[in-house]
Protein backbone atom coordinates (compact mmCIF):
# COMPACT_ATOMS: atom_id res chain seq x y z
CA UNK A 1 0.00 0.00 0.00
CA UNK A 2 1.49 3.46 -1.03
CA UNK A 3 2.43 6.14 2.02
CA UNK A 4 -0.28 8.68 2.19
CA UNK A 5 -0.10 12.95 2.49
CA UNK A 6 -2.51 15.02 3.30
CA UNK A 7 -1.81 18.32 2.14
CA UNK A 8 -4.24 21.83 3.48
CA UNK A 9 -2.18 24.99 3.29
CA UNK A 10 -3.54 28.48 3.55
CA UNK A 11 0.07 29.36 2.89
CA UNK A 12 1.17 27.73 -0.41
CA UNK A 13 4.88 28.79 -0.53
CA UNK A 14 7.11 25.66 -1.41
CA UNK A 15 4.05 23.26 -1.06
CA UNK A 16 3.90 22.23 -4.98
CA UNK A 17 7.60 21.02 -4.45
CA UNK A 18 6.98 19.86 -1.49
CA UNK A 19 4.32 18.16 -2.43
CA UNK A 20 6.11 16.87 -5.96
CA UNK A 21 9.05 15.74 -3.95
CA UNK A 22 6.73 13.54 -1.80
CA UNK A 23 4.90 11.97 -4.68
CA UNK A 24 8.28 11.41 -6.53
CA UNK A 25 8.66 8.95 -2.83
CA UNK A 26 6.22 7.30 -3.32
CA UNK A 27 3.24 8.98 -1.43
CA UNK A 28 0.07 9.45 -2.42
CA UNK A 29 -1.10 12.95 -2.32
CA UNK A 30 -5.45 13.82 -0.71
CA UNK A 31 -5.87 17.43 -0.61
CA UNK A 32 -8.47 20.20 -0.31
CA UNK A 33 -10.11 23.49 -1.93
CA UNK A 34 -7.33 25.85 -3.31
CA UNK A 35 -4.75 23.92 -2.65
CA UNK A 36 -5.52 20.91 -4.59
CA UNK A 37 -6.25 22.99 -7.33
CA UNK A 38 -3.02 24.63 -7.36
CA UNK A 39 -1.48 20.98 -7.13
CA UNK A 40 -3.35 19.83 -10.00
CA UNK A 41 -2.32 22.90 -11.99
CA UNK A 42 1.00 21.91 -11.44
CA UNK A 43 1.05 18.32 -12.44
CA UNK A 44 1.12 17.07 -9.42
CA UNK A 45 -0.93 13.80 -9.09
CA UNK A 46 -3.73 14.72 -6.31
CA UNK A 47 -6.92 13.18 -5.01
CA UNK A 48 -9.65 15.12 -3.37
CA UNK A 49 -10.64 14.99 0.00
CA UNK A 50 -14.31 14.64 -1.33
CA UNK A 51 -13.43 11.46 -3.44
CA UNK A 52 -12.14 9.96 -0.34
CA UNK A 53 -15.11 10.73 2.29
CA UNK A 54 -17.52 10.54 -0.38
CA UNK A 55 -19.13 13.60 0.85
CA UNK A 56 -18.72 17.14 -0.78
CA UNK A 57 -17.50 20.20 1.10
CA UNK A 58 -20.52 21.96 2.70
CA UNK A 59 -21.64 25.48 4.33
CA UNK A 60 -18.93 27.57 2.09
CA UNK A 61 -16.03 24.97 2.89
CA UNK A 62 -16.64 25.16 7.03
CA UNK A 63 -16.74 21.42 6.30
CA UNK A 64 -14.87 19.12 4.49
CA UNK A 65 -11.77 17.89 6.61
CA UNK A 66 -14.24 16.80 9.23
CA UNK A 67 -15.39 12.86 8.60
CA UNK A 68 -14.21 9.83 9.81
CA UNK A 69 -12.93 8.82 6.70
CA UNK A 70 -10.06 11.60 7.52
CA UNK A 71 -9.73 11.42 11.17
CA UNK A 72 -10.13 7.40 11.33
CA UNK A 73 -6.52 7.49 8.93
CA UNK A 74 -5.01 10.55 11.31
CA UNK A 75 -5.52 9.01 14.83
CA UNK A 76 -5.54 5.05 14.36
CA UNK A 77 -2.39 3.56 16.01
CA UNK A 78 -0.95 1.62 13.12
CA UNK A 79 0.61 -0.76 15.30
CA UNK A 80 -2.41 -1.81 17.03
CA UNK A 81 -4.46 -4.90 15.22
CA UNK A 82 -8.00 -3.79 16.04
CA UNK A 83 -7.31 0.08 15.07
CA UNK A 84 -6.03 -1.21 11.45
CA UNK A 85 -8.86 -3.82 11.87
CA UNK A 86 -11.52 -1.22 12.45
CA UNK A 87 -10.25 0.60 9.65
CA UNK A 88 -10.38 -2.04 7.32
CA UNK A 89 -13.88 -2.34 8.17
CA UNK A 90 -14.75 0.99 7.35
CA UNK A 91 -12.59 1.04 3.85
CA UNK A 92 -10.25 3.80 5.66
CA UNK A 93 -6.62 4.03 4.77
CA UNK A 94 -4.07 5.71 7.84
CA UNK A 95 -1.92 8.50 6.72
CA UNK A 96 1.82 8.50 7.44
CA UNK A 97 2.18 12.59 6.61
CA UNK A 98 0.12 15.62 7.02
CA UNK A 99 0.91 19.07 6.04
CA UNK A 100 -1.42 21.78 6.98
CA UNK A 101 -1.31 25.67 8.25
CA UNK A 102 -4.40 27.45 9.00
CA UNK A 103 -6.54 30.53 7.54
CA UNK A 104 -4.63 33.84 8.47
CA UNK A 105 -6.53 35.18 11.44
CA UNK A 106 -2.96 36.75 12.38
CA UNK A 107 -2.65 38.79 9.54
CA UNK A 108 -6.97 39.21 9.18
CA UNK A 109 -7.22 41.08 12.27
CA UNK A 110 -3.74 42.97 11.88
CA UNK A 111 -5.85 44.84 9.23
CA UNK A 112 -7.67 48.05 11.08
CA UNK A 113 -10.68 48.11 8.58
CA UNK A 114 -11.46 44.23 9.34
CA UNK A 115 -14.68 43.86 10.25
CA UNK A 116 -15.78 40.98 12.77
CA UNK A 117 -17.82 38.77 10.39
CA UNK A 118 -14.32 38.74 8.45
CA UNK A 119 -12.50 37.76 11.38
CA UNK A 120 -14.50 35.17 12.37
CA UNK A 121 -14.92 33.25 8.95
CA UNK A 122 -10.74 33.19 9.37
CA UNK A 123 -10.78 31.02 12.42
CA UNK A 124 -9.83 27.83 10.83
CA UNK A 125 -11.95 24.79 12.38
CA UNK A 126 -10.82 21.82 10.29
CA UNK A 127 -7.15 22.12 10.33
CA UNK A 128 -6.38 22.83 13.73
CA UNK A 129 -8.26 19.16 14.41
CA UNK A 130 -6.39 17.95 11.80
CA UNK A 131 -2.97 19.15 13.35
CA UNK A 132 -3.83 18.43 16.45
CA UNK A 133 -4.66 14.39 15.85
CA UNK A 134 -1.68 13.98 13.85
CA UNK A 135 0.40 15.32 16.11
CA UNK A 136 -1.21 12.99 18.99
CA UNK A 137 -0.42 10.44 16.94
CA UNK A 138 3.31 11.42 16.15
CA UNK A 139 4.25 7.69 17.37
CA UNK A 140 2.89 7.05 13.65
CA UNK A 141 2.44 10.35 11.50
CA UNK A 142 5.16 13.13 10.85
CA UNK A 143 3.32 16.53 11.04
CA UNK A 144 4.31 19.79 9.34
CA UNK A 145 2.96 23.25 9.94
CA UNK A 146 5.77 25.03 8.89
CA UNK A 147 7.29 25.28 5.68
CA UNK A 148 10.78 25.62 7.17
CA UNK A 149 10.62 21.96 7.62
CA UNK A 150 9.88 20.82 4.40
CA UNK A 151 13.65 20.53 3.90
CA UNK A 152 14.04 18.45 6.83
CA UNK A 153 11.77 16.37 6.35
CA UNK A 154 12.30 15.58 2.86
CA UNK A 155 16.35 15.11 3.65
CA UNK A 156 15.67 12.25 6.12
CA UNK A 157 13.02 10.83 3.71
CA UNK A 158 15.36 10.63 0.81
CA UNK A 159 18.23 9.62 3.06
CA UNK A 160 16.79 7.14 5.80
CA UNK A 161 13.32 6.11 4.01
CA UNK A 162 11.43 7.52 7.20
CA UNK A 163 11.66 10.77 9.14
CA UNK A 164 12.90 9.86 12.76
CA UNK A 165 10.95 9.55 16.15
CA UNK A 166 13.17 12.98 17.24
CA UNK A 167 12.09 14.57 14.18
CA UNK A 168 8.63 13.93 14.77
CA UNK A 169 8.45 14.60 18.08
CA UNK A 170 9.90 18.21 17.74
CA UNK A 171 7.24 18.51 14.75
CA UNK A 172 4.62 17.42 17.31
CA UNK A 173 5.68 19.87 19.51
CA UNK A 174 5.91 22.79 17.31
CA UNK A 175 2.07 21.72 16.05
CA UNK A 176 0.81 22.35 19.69
CA UNK A 177 2.60 25.66 19.99
CA UNK A 178 1.37 26.64 16.64
CA UNK A 179 -1.98 26.12 17.80
CA UNK A 180 -1.45 26.94 20.66
CA UNK A 181 -0.47 30.72 20.05
CA UNK A 182 -3.49 30.68 16.89
CA UNK A 183 -6.00 29.81 20.27
CA UNK A 184 -4.65 32.75 21.72
CA UNK A 185 -5.08 34.90 19.06
CA UNK A 186 -8.39 34.30 18.56
CA UNK A 187 -9.26 34.40 22.44
CA UNK A 188 -7.55 37.59 22.78
CA UNK A 189 -9.54 38.88 19.98
CA UNK A 190 -13.06 37.65 20.92
CA UNK A 191 -11.84 39.03 24.66
CA UNK A 192 -11.51 42.18 23.46
CA UNK A 193 -14.30 42.37 21.25
CA UNK A 194 -16.50 41.49 24.10
CA UNK A 195 -14.80 44.10 26.36
CA UNK A 196 -13.87 41.87 28.93
CA UNK A 197 -11.52 43.33 31.24
CA UNK A 198 -9.81 40.97 33.32
CA UNK A 199 -10.76 37.29 31.85
CA UNK A 200 -10.20 34.39 34.02
CA UNK A 201 -7.46 33.41 32.51
CA UNK A 202 -4.79 35.42 30.21
CA UNK A 203 -3.05 33.78 27.68
CA UNK A 204 -0.28 35.31 25.90
CA UNK A 205 1.59 34.69 22.76
CA UNK A 206 4.86 35.80 21.49
CA UNK A 207 7.55 34.76 18.99
CA UNK A 208 11.17 34.60 19.30
CA UNK A 209 13.18 37.35 17.74
CA UNK A 210 16.50 36.37 18.44
CA UNK A 211 18.53 34.15 20.87
CA UNK A 212 20.47 36.59 23.44
CA UNK A 213 23.93 36.04 24.08
CA UNK A 214 22.94 36.57 27.23
CA UNK A 215 20.81 37.88 30.03
CA UNK A 216 20.86 40.68 32.75
CA UNK A 217 24.65 38.72 33.58
CA UNK A 218 26.79 36.39 31.46
CA UNK A 219 25.91 32.91 33.29
CA UNK A 220 22.04 33.98 32.38
CA UNK A 221 20.71 32.15 29.58
CA UNK A 222 18.30 34.60 27.52
CA UNK A 223 16.02 34.95 24.18
CA UNK A 224 14.07 38.07 23.05
CA UNK A 225 10.07 37.30 21.95
CA UNK A 226 8.10 39.78 20.48
CA UNK A 227 4.20 40.15 20.44
CA UNK A 228 3.26 39.95 17.05
CA UNK A 229 0.23 42.05 17.30
CA UNK A 230 2.33 44.13 19.57
CA UNK A 231 2.88 48.29 19.04
CA UNK A 232 4.51 48.98 16.00
CA UNK A 233 6.47 51.76 18.12
CA UNK A 234 8.62 49.62 20.58
CA UNK A 235 11.94 47.51 20.55
CA UNK A 236 10.94 44.55 19.39
CA UNK A 237 9.50 46.18 15.29
CA UNK A 238 12.30 48.84 15.61
CA UNK A 239 14.20 48.41 12.04
CA UNK A 240 18.43 48.36 12.77
CA UNK A 241 20.44 50.30 10.93
CA UNK A 242 23.75 49.61 11.95
CA UNK A 243 25.98 48.04 15.12
CA UNK A 244 26.23 44.54 16.83
CA UNK A 245 22.92 42.69 18.22
CA UNK A 246 20.94 44.25 20.90
CA UNK A 247 21.88 42.59 24.09
CA UNK A 248 19.33 41.88 27.09
CA UNK A 249 20.55 44.81 29.00
CA UNK A 250 19.99 47.12 25.27
CA UNK A 251 16.55 45.99 24.57
CA UNK A 252 15.35 46.99 28.63
CA UNK A 253 16.92 50.33 28.63
CA UNK A 254 16.19 50.99 24.60
CA UNK A 255 12.52 50.25 25.77
CA UNK A 256 12.93 52.85 28.75
CA UNK A 257 14.45 55.68 26.53
CA UNK A 258 11.48 55.50 24.13
CA UNK A 259 8.97 55.57 26.85
CA UNK A 260 10.23 58.22 28.22
CA UNK A 261 10.89 60.65 25.05
CA UNK A 262 7.52 59.79 23.18
CA UNK A 263 5.60 61.77 26.47
CA UNK A 264 7.33 65.34 24.57
CA UNK A 265 5.36 67.06 21.89
CA UNK A 266 8.09 69.34 21.39
CA UNK A 267 12.00 68.20 20.04
CA UNK A 268 13.70 66.03 23.06
CA UNK A 269 16.36 63.99 23.66
CA UNK A 270 16.50 61.49 26.44
CA UNK A 271 19.91 59.85 27.62
CA UNK A 272 19.19 56.25 30.08
CA UNK A 273 21.31 54.38 32.39
CA UNK A 274 20.33 51.36 34.03
CA UNK A 275 16.38 52.01 33.44
CA UNK A 276 16.73 55.13 34.55
CA UNK A 277 17.01 58.28 32.63
CA UNK A 278 20.58 60.21 33.55
CA UNK A 279 19.56 63.34 31.47
CA UNK A 280 16.63 65.04 29.31
CA UNK A 281 16.35 68.26 27.54
CA UNK A 282 14.11 69.77 25.18
CA UNK A 283 14.73 72.15 22.46
CA UNK A 284 13.94 73.94 19.59
CA UNK A 285 15.85 70.91 17.59
CA UNK A 286 17.27 67.58 17.96
CA UNK A 287 20.68 69.56 18.09
CA UNK A 288 19.55 71.84 21.35
CA UNK A 289 17.70 68.93 23.42
CA UNK A 290 20.84 67.00 23.03
CA UNK A 291 23.04 69.16 24.49
CA UNK A 292 20.22 69.80 27.07
CA UNK A 293 20.50 65.98 27.87
CA UNK A 294 24.15 65.94 27.59
CA UNK A 295 24.72 68.79 29.83
CA UNK A 296 22.11 67.13 32.52
CA UNK A 297 24.89 64.12 33.48
CA UNK A 298 27.95 64.33 31.03
CA UNK A 299 29.04 61.80 33.39
CA UNK A 300 26.59 59.21 33.46
CA UNK A 301 25.76 59.45 29.90
CA UNK A 302 28.64 57.99 29.20
CA UNK A 303 28.04 54.39 27.59
CA UNK A 304 24.07 55.26 28.03
CA UNK A 305 21.34 55.01 25.31
CA UNK A 306 19.82 58.29 23.67
CA UNK A 307 16.54 58.30 21.88
CA UNK A 308 15.36 61.19 20.42
CA UNK A 309 11.85 61.79 19.08
CA UNK A 310 12.71 63.96 15.81
CA UNK A 311 15.21 63.09 12.89
CA UNK A 312 18.99 62.81 14.11
CA UNK A 313 21.22 65.57 11.43
CA UNK A 314 24.37 66.08 10.56
CA UNK A 315 25.12 68.59 13.41
CA UNK A 316 23.52 66.21 16.16
CA UNK A 317 25.56 63.34 14.80
CA UNK A 318 29.24 65.20 14.91
CA UNK A 319 28.45 65.43 18.84
CA UNK A 320 27.07 62.04 19.52
CA UNK A 321 30.04 60.62 18.45
CA UNK A 322 32.20 62.65 20.51
CA UNK A 323 31.20 59.98 23.61
CA UNK A 324 30.35 56.26 23.90
CA UNK A 325 26.91 54.92 23.55
CA UNK A 326 25.53 51.79 22.99
CA UNK A 327 22.67 52.96 21.20
CA UNK A 328 20.80 56.01 19.19
CA UNK A 329 17.02 55.69 18.71
CA UNK A 330 15.19 58.10 16.56
CA UNK A 331 12.49 58.20 14.04
CA UNK A 332 15.20 58.75 11.52
CA UNK A 333 18.58 59.71 10.37
CA UNK A 334 19.70 61.77 7.49
CA UNK A 335 22.15 60.08 5.37
CA UNK A 336 24.80 62.63 6.58
CA UNK A 337 24.29 61.64 9.88
CA UNK A 338 23.74 58.22 9.01
CA UNK A 339 27.77 58.31 7.59
CA UNK A 340 29.09 59.79 10.72
CA UNK A 341 27.38 57.61 13.11
CA UNK A 342 28.28 54.43 11.31
CA UNK A 343 31.49 55.28 10.82
CA UNK A 344 31.56 53.75 14.95
CA UNK A 345 31.61 50.27 14.36
CA UNK A 346 29.57 48.65 17.58
CA UNK A 347 27.16 51.77 18.09
CA UNK A 348 23.12 50.72 17.49
CA UNK A 349 21.14 52.81 15.03
CA UNK A 350 17.42 51.96 15.31
CA UNK A 351 14.37 53.59 14.03
CA UNK A 352 10.99 53.26 15.21
CA UNK A 353 7.91 55.34 13.97
CA UNK A 354 6.86 57.91 16.28
CA UNK A 355 3.62 58.49 14.34
CA UNK A 356 2.47 55.00 16.12
CA UNK A 357 3.53 56.06 19.70
CA UNK A 358 -0.21 56.51 20.47
CA UNK A 359 -0.54 52.80 20.65
CA UNK A 360 -0.69 51.52 24.74
CA UNK A 361 -0.33 47.51 25.69
CA UNK A 362 -0.87 45.91 29.24
CA UNK A 363 2.58 46.33 31.28
CA UNK A 364 3.48 42.59 32.28
CA UNK A 365 5.44 42.51 35.45
CA UNK A 366 6.58 38.15 35.41
CA UNK A 367 6.64 37.27 39.44
CA UNK A 368 7.67 33.69 41.04
CA UNK A 369 4.63 31.41 39.87
CA UNK A 370 2.53 34.20 38.35
CA UNK A 371 2.17 37.35 36.29
CA UNK A 372 0.95 41.00 37.53
CA UNK A 373 -0.79 42.77 34.46
CA UNK A 374 -1.89 46.58 34.66
CA UNK A 375 -2.78 49.42 32.39
CA UNK A 376 0.21 51.72 31.39
CA UNK A 377 0.68 54.77 33.48
CA UNK A 378 -0.78 57.42 30.85
CA UNK A 379 -1.74 60.14 33.81
CA UNK A 380 -0.78 63.91 33.09
CA UNK A 381 -1.13 67.02 35.07
CA UNK A 382 -4.72 67.40 32.61
CA UNK A 383 -5.86 63.78 34.55
CA UNK A 384 -4.91 65.36 38.32
CA UNK A 385 -6.83 67.53 40.56
CA UNK A 386 -3.96 69.90 40.65
CA UNK A 387 -3.87 72.93 43.33
CA UNK A 388 -1.10 75.24 44.45
CA UNK A 389 -1.26 74.72 48.31
CA UNK A 390 0.84 76.92 49.02
CA UNK A 391 0.65 80.94 49.73
CA UNK A 392 3.40 81.51 47.18
CA UNK A 393 1.55 80.78 43.66
CA UNK A 394 4.32 80.20 40.67
CA UNK A 395 5.49 82.04 38.04
CA UNK A 396 5.10 81.07 34.51
CA UNK A 397 8.45 80.14 34.50
CA UNK A 398 8.44 77.52 37.42
CA UNK A 399 5.09 76.38 36.34
CA UNK A 400 7.01 75.35 33.01
CA UNK A 401 10.25 74.19 35.09
CA UNK A 402 7.39 71.69 37.46
CA UNK A 403 5.36 70.35 34.51
CA UNK A 404 9.34 69.23 32.87
CA UNK A 405 10.57 67.65 36.24
CA UNK A 406 6.75 65.75 36.76
CA UNK A 407 7.02 64.36 32.88
CA UNK A 408 10.28 62.67 33.88
CA UNK A 409 9.96 61.63 37.60
CA UNK A 410 6.94 59.39 36.13
CA UNK A 411 10.01 57.55 34.73
CA UNK A 412 12.16 57.10 37.45
CA UNK A 413 12.26 54.24 39.83
CA UNK A 414 10.60 54.69 42.67
CA UNK A 415 11.93 56.38 45.06
CA UNK A 416 12.15 59.46 42.81
CA UNK A 417 13.00 62.92 43.00
CA UNK A 418 14.31 65.44 39.94
CA UNK A 419 15.30 68.34 40.14
CA UNK A 420 14.60 70.90 36.59
CA UNK A 421 14.42 73.82 35.03
CA UNK A 422 12.26 74.60 32.33
CA UNK A 423 14.37 73.07 29.47
CA UNK A 424 16.50 70.11 31.20
CA UNK A 425 16.34 67.93 34.08
CA UNK A 426 19.35 69.43 36.41
CA UNK A 427 19.48 65.87 38.91
CA UNK A 428 17.84 63.13 39.62
CA UNK A 429 17.69 60.55 42.52
CA UNK A 430 16.63 57.25 41.88
CA UNK A 431 15.43 54.10 43.51
CA UNK A 432 16.07 55.23 47.07
CA UNK A 433 14.49 53.51 50.03
CA UNK A 434 13.55 56.99 51.82
CA UNK A 435 12.46 59.82 49.67
CA UNK A 436 15.19 62.43 51.64
CA UNK A 437 17.86 59.92 50.61
CA UNK A 438 16.21 60.27 46.82
CA UNK A 439 16.10 64.22 47.22
CA UNK A 440 19.73 64.60 48.25
CA UNK A 441 21.35 62.68 45.40
CA UNK A 442 19.25 64.62 42.71
CA UNK A 443 20.42 67.59 44.85
CA UNK A 444 24.18 67.07 45.14
CA UNK A 445 23.96 65.86 41.31
CA UNK A 446 22.57 69.37 40.48
CA UNK A 447 24.60 71.38 42.58
CA UNK A 448 24.32 75.40 41.86
CA UNK A 449 22.32 74.54 39.81
CA UNK A 450 19.21 74.00 41.96
CA UNK A 451 19.34 77.68 42.80
CA UNK A 452 15.56 78.47 41.29
CA UNK A 453 14.89 75.05 40.02
CA UNK A 454 11.97 73.08 40.46
CA UNK A 455 11.56 69.68 42.22
CA UNK A 456 9.35 67.29 41.44
CA UNK A 457 8.52 63.08 43.57
CA UNK A 458 7.12 60.70 42.28
CA UNK A 459 4.88 60.42 45.41
CA UNK A 460 4.13 62.51 48.67
CA UNK A 461 6.06 63.66 51.00
CA UNK A 462 5.96 61.64 54.72
CA UNK A 463 7.92 64.78 56.50
CA UNK A 464 8.93 68.12 55.75
CA UNK A 465 12.35 67.08 55.57
CA UNK A 466 12.41 67.02 51.96
CA UNK A 467 11.19 70.56 51.53
CA UNK A 468 13.59 71.89 54.05
CA UNK A 469 16.54 69.92 51.94
CA UNK A 470 14.93 71.29 49.09
CA UNK A 471 15.08 75.08 50.02
CA UNK A 472 18.99 75.03 51.73
CA UNK A 473 19.72 73.68 47.73
CA UNK A 474 17.80 77.08 46.55
CA UNK A 475 14.72 75.30 45.00
CA UNK A 476 11.94 77.97 44.28
CA UNK A 477 9.31 75.59 43.14
CA UNK A 478 7.83 72.24 44.35
CA UNK A 479 5.34 69.54 42.95
CA UNK A 480 4.22 66.34 44.43
CA UNK A 481 1.37 64.10 44.97
CA UNK A 482 -0.31 64.86 48.19
CA UNK A 483 -1.93 63.07 50.26
CA UNK A 484 0.46 61.92 53.25
CA UNK A 485 -1.55 63.00 56.71
CA UNK A 486 1.23 64.93 57.12
CA UNK A 487 0.53 67.26 54.04
CA UNK A 488 0.67 70.84 56.45
CA UNK A 489 3.42 69.75 57.59
CA UNK A 490 5.64 70.74 54.58
CA UNK A 491 3.29 73.33 53.28
CA UNK A 492 4.11 74.77 56.03
CA UNK A 493 8.15 74.58 55.75
CA UNK A 494 7.07 75.92 51.85
CA UNK A 495 5.37 78.82 53.02
CA UNK A 496 8.15 79.06 55.78
CA UNK A 497 10.77 78.95 52.62
CA UNK A 498 8.79 81.04 49.97
CA UNK A 499 9.01 78.11 48.14
CA UNK A 500 5.78 77.61 45.68
CA UNK A 501 4.27 74.04 46.13
CA UNK A 502 1.51 72.10 43.63
CA UNK A 503 -0.43 69.12 44.81
CA UNK A 504 -1.28 66.89 42.10
CA UNK A 505 -3.27 64.00 43.52
CA UNK A 506 -1.76 61.42 40.89
CA UNK A 507 1.32 58.81 42.08
CA UNK A 508 3.60 58.15 39.92
CA UNK A 509 5.71 54.57 41.54
CA UNK A 510 7.69 53.31 39.07
CA UNK A 511 8.73 49.50 41.20
Known amino acids: MAKRALISVSDKAGVVEFASALQRLGYEILSTGGTKNLLKE ?3 PVIGVDEVTGFPEILEGRVKTLHPSIHGGLLAKQDNKAHMSQLDEQGIQPFDLVCVNLYPFQQTISNPAVTFEEAIENIDIGGPTMLRAAAKNHAHITVVVDALDYDTVLSQLETDGSVSMETRKKLAAKVFRHTAAYDAHIARYLTEQSGEENPERFTLT ?39 ELSYNNIK ?29 RGSTSYEAFLKAYESDSTSIFGGIVAFNRAVDEKTAGKLVEIFLEIVIAPAFTDEAMKILSAKKNLRLLTVPFDRKGTHEHLLTSVEGGLLVQDQDQFTLENGDVRVA ?15 AWKVVKHVKSNAIVVADSQMTLGIGAGQMNRVGAAKIALEQAGDRSQGASLASDAFFPMDDTVEAAAKAGITSIIQTGGSIRDEDSIKKANEYGITMVLTGIRHFKH
Open 42 to 44: QGV
Open 206 to 244: YERQQDLRYGENPHQQAAFYRNPLGSEFSVAHARQHHGK
Open 253 to 281: DADAAMQIVKDFDEPAAVAVKHMNPCGVG
Open 390 to 404: TDRQPTEEEWEAMKM
